[in-house]
């Protein structure tokens, strides 16, 4: 067996917590929204505005997802929510990246990517990892 198997044989339980602290970040960026918990820079938005919502598809979408309670169709939603995030809020901005703060967006769009494809890895709600 070659160290290269030896360590991919825990590519399951890596996925787990991988996702389990991906989700964690998500949830911070609705909490910080919603409650303004931890404190950010931006004013608590007015219930049933865009930022609003944006708050509880971070909260319930991070919170679900740390949890790996349909992760496959969480993901697809949350990949989605960040792309259209990038495309209206960052990308006016400019076209770098990191100069249109939307570096963060970009990667959370293609994490959650990976995982639509993978699934949640070992420990997850709903029994789907392998």
Same mark, same amino acid.
């Given at each position: 067996?070659?160290? !290269?198997?030896?360590?991919?044989? =825990?590519?399951?339980?890596?996925?787990?917590?991988?996702r389990?602290?991906?989700?964690?970040?998500?949830?911070?960026?609705?909490?910080?929204?919603?409650f303004?918990?931890?404190? *950010?820079?931006m004013a608590?938005?007015?219930?049933?505005?865009?930022?609003?919502?944006? @708050?509880?598809?971070?909260?319930?979408? *991070?919170?679900?997802?740390?949890v790996g309670f349909?992760?496959r !169709?969480?993901?697809?939603? !949350?990949? @989605?929510?960040?792309?259209?995030? =990038?495309?209206?809020?960052?990308?006016?901005k400019?076209? =770098?990246?990191m100069?249109?703060?939307?570096?963060?967006?970009? !990667?959370?769009c293609?994490?959650?990517?990976?995982y639509?494809?993978? *699934?949640? @890895?070992?420990?997850?709600a709903? @029994?789907? *990892?392998?």
């Open positions: 067996m070659s160290s !290269l198997d030896r360590v991919s044989k =825990y590519a399951p339980e890596v996925l787990s917590i991988a389990i602290v991906i989700g964690l970040l998500f949830l911070e960026h609705g909490t910080s929204k919603l303004d918990f931890p404190h *950010g820079t608590q938005p007015t219930m049933g505005s865009l930022i609003w919502f944006q @708050g509880v598809i971070e909260l319930v979408g *991070g919170a679900l997802f740390i349909q992760t !169709l969480v993901a697809f939603i !949350l990949a @989605g929510d960040m792309a259209v995030a =990038y495309f209206m809020a960052h990308a006016p400019g076209i =770098y990246p100069l249109n703060g939307g570096d963060a967006a970009i !990667l959370y293609f994490v959650f990517l990976i639509f494809v993978t *699934g949640p @890895g070992r420990w997850s709903d @029994g789907s *990892g392998k």
